[in-house]
C-alpha cells in the first residue's frame, strides 16, 4: 500500500497550551509536524470537532441503520466534526439492536467516505425515566440481565444515557463501564442525593461518567431541591454535555456550567435528521417534527432535538465572549477526554490528522479526517 505524501497547512495553529502560533502543520495519517514561522494569517488552524451527541442530519438518522448513519456522517463533517457518536433513541428493544448493529456494521467496513470518524454508537435510552422522555418516544424499559448481555456482546457501545433511580441501573452502569463506556445520567427524575451517590459508586470504579444535555430533562436547580443538574455541576469529576443552539439553554445557564465546571464542558449538537434541511416537516423515534426558524418541536411543543452543527456552537460560543482556545476545547480536547480517546483532540506530533480549518469570521473553510480532505460542499454565507 503506497503511503499518502505529507501535506502541509499554513496559518494561525492552536497549539495544546492555548495558544494561536503563526507556523505551518505537516501530516499524513497522524500530525508530524509543527513548526513556528511566518506564514498566512488568514486561516485558523484548530483540532478536528468531536460530538458525543448525535442522532442524524441531512435526512438521515442512527436508527436507519448504515445508510442514515452515511449521511450524518457527512453532513457534519462538512460543518468540521472529525469524530462523533452515532446516538440512538429509546424505541422497541430489536430496533435499538438494530441501529447498533448498524453501527457496528459501519465501523468494520472501514467507516464512512468523505464522513466523521465513527469510535462507536451513544446509546440514549430506552433505560430512561417514563416521566421524563423529553422527545422521546414511549419505549422505556428497566435495565435487566438479559438485556445487558446483548448490549456487551455487540461491543459497540462507547456511551450510554440512563436514569440512575432506575432499579438495575447501577448493575448495568458498572457492566458498561467495566468496557469502557461513558457512563451519562439523562432523562431522569432522580434526586440530587440519588446522582451524587451513583456518581461517586461510579467513580471508585474509575469510570467516566456525564451529564447528558445538561439541564435539559432533567429539571431545574432550587436552593432546597438541586436536582440532577445542580449534583452534576457540583460533582468535581462529571463531564457536562451542552448543547448551544440558543433553544435549549440559557446563555447564563452555560457560563454556569462554564464557571462550576472549567476543563469538564463539552458542547454537543443532539442533532437529528433535519439538521442541514433547513425549516419543514420531518421526525423523530416515528414522531412528526416541525422545523421552523431553526426551532424542531413535537406537534405538542416540546423541543425534539436540534439542527445544531458543532460550527454554529462553536460561534455561539464565542459571541458569549469565551475565548477561541477554550471553545475549541470544549468540541475537541474535552470530549476526547470524556470518552477516553487519546489518539485525538489536540494538535501534537503523532496524533491523527483531524483538523478543522477556519477563516477570520469562523467559517469552516477546510476538514482533514486522519490526514484525508473532506470535499466541501458551496454553503451560503454565515449570518
Known amino acids: 500500500m503506497t503511503a499518502r505524501p505529507t501535506q502541509t497547512l499554513r496559518g494561525h495553529i492552536l497549539h495544546p497550551d492555548g495558544e494561536f502560533r503563526l507556523g505551518s502543520l505537516s501530516f499524513g495519517p497522524q500530525i508530524s509536524g509543527l513548526t513556528t514561522e511566518a506564514a498566512p494569517a488568514d486561516l485558523l488552524i484548530l483540532p478536528g470537532f468531536i460530538d458525543t451527541h448525535i442522532h442524524g442530519g441531512a435526512g438521515g438518522d442512527t436508527m436507519d441503520g448504515p445508510a442514515g448513519i452515511q449521511k450524518l456522517a457527512r453532513l457534519h463533517a462538512q460543518h468540521g466534526t472529525t469524530t462523533l457518536l452515532p446516538t440512538t433513541i429509546t424505541h422497541r428493544w430489536p430496533e435499538v439492536l438494530a441501529a447498533l448493529r448498524g453501527v457496528r456494521e459501519v465501523m468494520d467496513s472501514g467507516g464512512v467516505t468523505g ?117 452534576l455541576l457540583a460533582d468535581p469529576h462529571a463531564f457536562l454535555e451542552v448543547i448551544l443552539d440558543g433553544v435549549h439553554v440559557h446563555p447564563t445557564a452555560f457560563l454556569l456550567a462554564r464557571a462550576a465546571a472549567p476543563g469538564r464542558v463539552l458542547l454537543i449538537t443532539d442533532a437529528m435528521r433535519a439538521a442541514g434541511l433547513g425549516d419543514g416537516p420531518s421526525e423523530l423515534g416515528g414522531q412528526p417534527v416541525t422545523v421552523q426558524d431553526g426551532k424542531a418541536t413535537l406537534s405538542d411543543g416540546t423541543i425534539a432535538g436540534s439542527v445544531l452543527t458543532l460550527d454554529v456552537a462553536l460561534r455561539n460560543a464565542v459571541r458569549l465572549g469565551l475565548p477561541l482556545p477554550e471553545v475549541s476545547r470544549m468540541l475537541s480536547a474535552v470530549p476526547a477526554a470524556s470518552l477516553g480517546l487519546t489518539d485525538r483532540g489536540e494538535l501534537r506530533v503523532g496524533l491523527r490528522a483531524d483538523l478543522t480549518v477556519l477563516d477570520a469570521d469562523l467559517n469552516v473553510k477546510a476538514v482533514y479526517v486522519g490526514g484525508q480532505a473532506i470535499p466541501l460542499q458551496p454553503t451560503e454565507a454565515h449570518a
Open 115 to 231: 464522513g466523521a470518524d465513527i469510535v462507536g454508537a451513544h446509546l440514549e435510552g430506552p433505560f430512561i425515566s417514563p416521566g421524563r422522555l423529553g422527545a422521546q418516544p414511549p419505549h422505556a424499559v428497566l435495565p435487566q440481565p438479559d438485556l445487558t448481555a446483548e448490549l456487551l456482546a455487540l461491543d459497540v457501545i462507547r456511551a450510554v444515557t440512563l436514569a440512575p433511580e432506575l432499579p438495575g441501573a447501577l448493575d448495568l452502569a458498572r457492566a458498561l463501564a467495566g468496557q469502557g463506556v461513558r457512563i451519562g445520567i439523562g432523562h431522569t427524575r432522580a434526586d440530587a442525593d440519588t446522582v451524587s451517590a451513583f456518581l461517586h459508586t461510579l467513580h471508585e470504579l474509575g469510570a467516566r461518567t456525564c451529564a447528558t444535555h445538561l439541564y435539559n430533562a432533567m429539571g431545574g436547580i432550587e436552593g432546597r431541591t438541586p436536582g440532577p443538574a445542580g449534583a
